[in-house]
């Protein structure tokens, strides 16, 4: 199977910071182009307006002075020395009065256009590829003043274009390698910006199952990477958390599991060691099916949380009166609340909609624990009641010493003892608590606990009904 190559960030960084300068130098150098080419342009077109000036002052001189010099010979004096520069002088009768050179002007220029309009400059090759530029305008001189004449005005631009190809080769490539060199740049800058990003990596390889302790140094990383350490931060005191919690009820699984395992083999060895009598052997085998049942409830108990955990615990629906549900199970209990002298009263009521057996197995794990934590003499009041919006709210309290806070939010945790020095006697399998708040999520509800110096309280929340 052929392993797709990762992508680079560093090296995706530097080809978008490399491709990013490129563009704007790219940009640059039209511009440059542009504004050297309009210079040109702006010179070639003062030229050749001041040349035109120049030859409709000699229209005017001439008209007024005709016994001076022929117009032909004042404006080869006027234009004498001037290299590359090409004037038509046509008559009324369009007819040339006047060429220093021979050139064929665009037909666009030859049009007759008004006295004083506007001179646009144009830009043309002529049949070997000389480069142009002209303008044209039209002159009224003469004795009377009013004899048009047209006057066409050209200047060899090859000099500025020589000059503009040069220039554009040598812009261009110093762009080129400018591009190149600030890629290189980029890559040892990026590399070097992502010396923190590898830092956070090495350390976050050094954590292990061991070393889940360890954090990240969030204070120590630049601005834009601080985020990135906090949540990889939060994310290890989650996991540290959940490891703690795996590693208890993998302890306290093995405990439960290993003690009625160990007592059926010890039992068993002993009662093989010798001769028994029928009524031994029937003592013996009823002592195991205790140990049998206890290990039954256990595995049956962790089977039913890990649906919960996968979500494959899907409760019947149906009209479930908590009322009615409580007081038979106040009912069952009130043999053993007498034995111990524990005060049991039951008040209030609502309806929801549930699967009646889950929730009369969470009430039943509630009152089962307090049962068990209730001191002699003590009181288990249990009330049901609705909220403004609509949910059941049943409170389960009983008397009895407090419990530390810090134990509060781990009570729902599997095996989870407060005292974790004290042996788990054989009343329950320390997965009550678990398996009700399993069974209230799974009717969307919610349960929490309280405690103060004198009684301890489980609250359950339920909704009218459930998705």
Excluded at 30 to 44: S, Y
Aim: hydrophobic residues 45%; charged residues 20%; negative net charge.
């Amino acid at each position: 199977m052929t392993r797709t190559r990762r992508p680079s960030l560093a090296l995706n960084l530097t080809l978008l910071f490399a491709l990013s300068a490129a563009v704007v130098l790219f940009a640059l150098g039209l511009l440059i182009t542009h504004a050297v080419d309009h210079h040109f342009a702006d010179q070639d077109r003062d030229m050749l307006s001041g040349k035109l000036e120049l030859t409709r002052h000699i229209l005017e001189k001439a008209a007024r002075n005709p016994g001076d010099q022929t117009l032909v010979a004042q404006l080869d004096s006027a234009l004498t020395g001037h290299h590359g520069l090409v004037v038509h002088v046509l008559g009324p009768d369009r007819q040339p009065l006047f060429q220093n050179e021979s050139l064929d002007f665009p037909a666009s220029l030859l049009q007759d256009k008004p006295p004083g309009a506007a001179m646009p400059m144009l830009r043309w090759q002529s049949f070997d590829g000389t480069p142009w530029r002209a303008i044209a305008a039209s002159v009224l001189a003469g004795a009377d003043g009013q004899t048009r004449y047209t006057v066409l005005i050209a200047t060899d631009t090859t000099h500025h274009e020589e000059f503009m190809e040069e220039f554009r080769i040598t812009l261009f490539a110093f762009i080129a390698a400018a591009s190149v060199l600030m890629a290189v740049l980029g890559w040892f800058v990026v590399r070097r910006g992502l010396v923190p990003l590898r830092t956070i990596s090495q350390q976050a390889a050094e954590i292990t199952a061991h070393r889940l302790h360890m954090r990240l140094p969030a204070e120590s990383v630049p601005e834009e990477l601080a985020d990135l350490a906090g949540t990889l931060n939060l994310m290890l005191s989650r996991l540290e958390e959940s490891f703690q919690r795996l590693s208890d009820f993998s302890s306290d699984l093995a405990h439960e599991l290993r003690t009625p395992v160990s007592n059926l083999l010890t039992q068993t060895q002993v009662t093989l060691a010798k001769a028994r009598s029928v009524d031994e052997y029937r003592e013996i085998l009823g002592s195991n099916i205790e140990e049998f049942e206890r290990l039954s409830r256990t595995i049956a108990d962790m089977l039913f949380l890990a649906k919960a955990d996968n979500h494959q615990i899907i409760p019947h629906r149906e009209q479930v009166n908590l009322a009615d549900e409580v007081g038979d199970l106040i009912e069952f209990y009130a043999l053993l609340a007498d034995e111990k002298s524990i005060e049991l009263t039951f008040s209030g009521g609502a309806t929801v909609t549930g699967d009646r057996l889950m929730l009369r197995r969470a009430v039943s794990n509630l009152l089962s624990n307090a049962l068990r934590h209730t001191p002699a003499h003590g009181r288990i009041r249990v009330t049901i009641d609705t909220d403004a919006a609509g949910r059941a709210c049943m409170a389960v309290t009983n008397t009895g010493p407090p419990i530390p806070a810090e134990h509060l939010p781990r009570l729902f945790d599997r095996f989870y003892r407060v005292d974790g020095s004290r042996q788990r006697t054989s009343e329950g399998s320390g997965l009550g608590l678990a398996i009700t708040r399993s069974i209230i999520a799974a009717h969307e509800g919610t349960v929490e606990v309280s405690s103060s110096e004198t009684e301890t309280s489980f609250l359950l929340n339920l909704p009218s009904s459930f998705k």
